[in-house]
């Protein structure tokens, strides 16, 4: 595990405590590939934030290399509110994976992680999701690009839109029209 000086280097954390997020200039947001993480079940981690950092670090041992990552937000779960409180984040990353390895690799990590998949929107201790491969968009062999429900869930839009406000979903709309218009997830916002 990191320690927090590490971290601290690694991401940019502000003074005041907070992520420096954003992206490079360089970077064409037309080819981004987009992952969203989240969790509600810290399980042996200290907290979910320490297990999403964990889970952001294991990243690169996987050939993915996290290039713009938004601060956590939090939400209520969804559908069903009584379950813990997710926190959720999104990044842009760098790989040379194709889509369906990328998958694979998250897949790993999830699996690593402890993620059980029993019933559906269960609480876990992580997910994470493909929302977009560049402009990728359609069935490919059973991986539906880009994520066909992100773009109506505000803790998925509202990080993509705090991290790059330009970035324009492959079906249209940028990112923060799409967050503000979001149905699901209202209530996020960033901690």
């Given at each position: 595990m ?7 280097e ?10 420096d997020?954003?992206?490079e ?19 042996v981690?200290?907290s979910?934030?320490e ?8 990243f ?6 996290v ?7 939090s ?6 509110p009584e ?14 994976h194709d ?9 790993r ?11 559906r ?12 491969y ?8 059973g ?12 803790f ?9 406000p ?6 249209g709309?940028?990112?923060g ?10 209530d996020?916002?960033p901690?």
């Amino acid at each position: 595990m990191k320690d927090a000086v590490e971290r601290d280097e690694e991401y940019d954390v502000r003074p005041d405590g907070g992520l420096d997020v954003g992206i490079e200039e360089t970077l064409e947001l037309d080819a981004a590939v987009i992952v969203a993480l989240g969790c509600n079940d810290k399980g042996v981690w200290a907290s979910c934030r320490e297990a999403l950092e964990a889970a952001l670090a294991r990243f690169r041992s996987e050939g993915i290399d996290v290039v713009a990552r938004s601060s956590w937000w939090s939400s209520r779960a969804w559908p069903d509110p009584e379950d813990p409180t997710f926190l959720n984040g999104a990044v842009i990353v760098r790989t040379d994976h194709d889509p369906h390895e990328l998958m694979a690799a998250l897949g790993r990590i999830e699996e690593v992680f402890g993620r059980e998949r029993s019933v559906r929107n269960a609480p876990r201790t992580l997910d994470l999701d493909l929302i977009a491969y560049g402009r990728l968009s359609g069935d490919l062999d059973g991986l539906i690009l880009p994520h066909p429900r992100a773009a109506e869930r505000k803790f998925v839009m509202g990080p993509i839109a705090e991290m790059a406000p330009a970035w324009v979903h492959p079906h249209g709309g940028e990112a923060g029209v799409l967050a503000a218009a979001a149905l699901v997830g209202t209530d996020a916002h960033p901690v």
